[in-house]
């Protein structure tokens, strides 16, 4: 088999994490548009992720966010995003580099792009936690799961943002 020295697998890679980008810099400077609301996984021990000492306790691997109604101060740039969300009424100021996510999903047009996390992210999080169930593939792919079935409940005053894994949605 011929050696792949463009690597298309990390420009594809890029140019996936660039709608990512695009999507969350327009969600910046517009709000989110009707429906629309996002899902976003990563790993929580990659390297330049910031979280409080509480959130890593509570996900020592991964975090699945929920950017919908509760969010504020979103700003993106080249390499992150950043976000303020409420976690059990108390207020927190995330850090995400974008080669730490694992998945995005926008379940009101059910689109998604996964990743293999970076070879940096990667090892980083090994690191932290060699226990960590990290893929060997450096490939990147759209998912095409269904839309999760989910009860619409209203939200309740002062409650602030539930973290959910991504599978919880996942019909079996």
Not at 74 to 100: C, I, M
Not at 104 to 133: K, R
Request: net charge negative; glycine share 6%; charged share 25%.
């Amino acid at each position: 088999m011929a050696t792949d020295h463009i690597r298309y697998d990390v420009l594809a890679r890029d140019a996936l994490r660039g709608v990512l980008r695009r999507v969350l810099t327009d969600a910046a400077a517009h709000g989110l548009p009707g429906e629309h609301h996002f899902f976003i996984t990563f790993l929580s021990t990659a390297e330049g992720v910031k979280l409080s000492p509480r959130l890593l306790a509570q996900y020592p691997e991964e975090m699945t966010i929920i950017l919908q109604h509760q969010f504020w101060d979103l700003v993106v740039t080249e390499d992150r995003f950043e976000v303020g969300l409420s976690f059990g009424g108390v207020p927190e100021r995330l850090v995400v580099p974008f080669n730490a996510i694992k998945s995005f999903f926008d379940p009101s047009v059910q689109f998604g792009l996964q990743f293999e996390p970076s070879d940096a992210a990667a090892e980083t999080a090994a690191t932290v936690d060699p226990a960590a169930n990290l893929p060997a593939s450096p490939a990147t792919s759209a998912l095409t799961a269904p839309a999760p079935e989910r009860k619409d409940e209203p939200e309740k005053a002062g409650e602030g943002a539930e973290v959910v894994r991504l599978d919880r949605f996942r019909k079996k």
